[in-house]
């Protein structure tokens, strides 16, 4: 078996790339059915996800409150980066964080060998064992705060916009899977790594105001350390006209580079795993 868990051979990368849709759509499928035997998660999921966004819009009230703009961004603007940050939220939730927390679980209790020894590709069988469906309530949530932030403003949303929109938030989805691949690999080395959720919810509601207002060493941390600029903020500047090509392209150039270091450093650290055996 090769470090990173997949079959040796010249196997097709198209059949490859099926059996990964494959086995994440099964993985999808046996998650639903598990999550939906505790449907009192989604009343708890729903009651959060009220009370974060009544706390979000209460504070955005508060600021605008006492000022016109906020870093050249109106409130109807910022509106739309809150509804960006839930939705980005709501999809880390329903199956990033997961499926990183459990892969940190299993090497610390060794389990992780029950993925090693399956013919498919360690990694991505890692990152899709886990799906909770009920934080979908924010991927709602935050679709809804982002229309109505849409309707508000006066900046026409062209097709450009849209579909700079779209791939700059597929970066985002990416940059935060390999930010937290790349945490759950340190796992190999440092065990109790439990405070990584907590301390990435609190850096996370940073992306709840532009990258702009915050000092450069800060805004350089969460752009490229903690990518939550790419993530929140620049999706947010494509829906509302403020994008330049030169951000989205290296946005892209930095989730290359950064999806392949993850690679690398995954099978870097998969081999130090020891297992249970050990």
Same mark, same amino acid.
């Given at each position: 078996?090769?470090?990173?868990?997949?079959?040796?051979?010249?196997?097709?990368?198209?059949?490859?790339?099926?059996?990964?849709?494959?086995?994440?759509?099964?993985?999808?499928?046996?998650?639903?059915?598990?999550?939906? %035997?505790?449907? @009192?998660?989604?009343?708890?999921?729903?009651?959060?996800?009220?009370?974060?966004? *009544?706390? +979000? #819009?209460? /504070? =955005?009230?508060?600021?605008?409150?006492?000022?016109?703009?906020?870093?050249?961004?109106?409130?109807?603007?910022?509106?739309?980066?809150?509804?960006?940050?839930?939705?980005?939220?709501?999809?880390?939730?329903?199956?990033?964080?997961?499926?990183?927390?459990?892969?940190?679980?299993?090497?610390?209790?060794?389990?992780?060998?029950?993925?090693?020894?399956?013919?498919?590709?360690? %990694?991505?069988? @890692?990152?899709?064992?886990?799906?909770?469906?009920?934080?979908?309530?924010?991927? *709602?949530? +935050? #679709?809804? /705060? =982002?229309?109505?932030?849409?309707?508000?403003?006066?900046?026409?949303?062209?097709?450009?916009?849209?579909?700079?929109?779209?791939?700059?938030?597929?970066?985002?989805?990416?940059?935060?899977?390999?930010?937290?691949?790349?945490?759950?690999?340190?796992?190999?080395?440092?065990?109790?790594?439990?405070?990584?959720?907590?301390?990435?919810?609190?850096?996370?509601?940073?992306?709840?105001?532009?990258?702009?207002?915050?000092?450069?060493?800060?805004?350089?941390?969460?752009?490229?350390?903690?990518?939550?600029?790419?993530?929140?903020?620049?999706?947010?500047?494509?829906?509302?006209?403020?994008?330049?090509?030169?951000?989205?392209?290296?946005?892209?150039?930095?989730?290359?580079?950064?999806?392949?270091?993850?690679?690398?450093?995954?099978?870097?650290?998969?081999?130090?795993?020891?297992?249970?055996?050990?």
């Amino acid at each position: 078996m090769s470090p990173g868990g997949s079959r040796s051979g010249a196997t097709p990368r198209w059949e490859v790339d099926l059996n990964a849709f494959r086995v994440s759509w099964l993985f999808f499928k046996l998650g639903v059915l598990n999550e939906l %035997q505790y449907r @009192v998660n989604f009343f708890v999921a729903l009651l959060q996800s009220a009370l974060a966004l *009544a706390v +979000g #819009l209460a /504070v =955005l009230a508060l600021v605008y409150s006492q000022t016109d703009e906020l870093n050249g961004w109106t409130q109807s603007e910022l509106l739309c980066l809150l509804g960006v940050q839930i939705l980005m939220g709501g999809l880390i939730k329903t199956s990033i964080q997961p499926n990183m927390t459990r892969l940190i679980e299993d090497v610390r209790e060794g389990k992780l060998d029950f993925a090693l020894t399956k013919p498919e590709d360690a %990694q991505v069988l @890692v990152s899709v064992r886990e799906v909770r469906i009920w934080q979908v309530i924010d991927v *709602a949530s +935050g #679709l809804i /705060v =982002l229309g109505v932030g849409l309707s508000r403003i006066t900046t026409e949303v062209g097709l450009a916009d849209t579909a700079a929109f779209g791939v700059a938030l597929l970066l985002g989805v990416v940059l935060i899977y390999c930010f937290w691949l790349v945490i759950a690999t340190v796992a190999f080395w440092v065990v109790n790594m439990w405070h990584a959720v907590e301390l990435f919810d609190g850096v996370f509601q940073t992306g709840r105001w532009p990258i702009g207002i915050y000092p450069g060493w800060l805004r350089y941390s969460v752009t490229f350390l903690v990518p939550i600029a790419f993530a929140v903020t620049v999706p947010a500047e494509a829906l509302t006209s403020r994008l330049d090509w030169e951000t989205l392209a290296l946005a892209i150039g930095f989730a290359v580079v950064f999806f392949t270091f993850t690679r690398w450093f995954w099978r870097f650290g998969l081999s130090r795993y020891s297992g249970a055996s050990a």
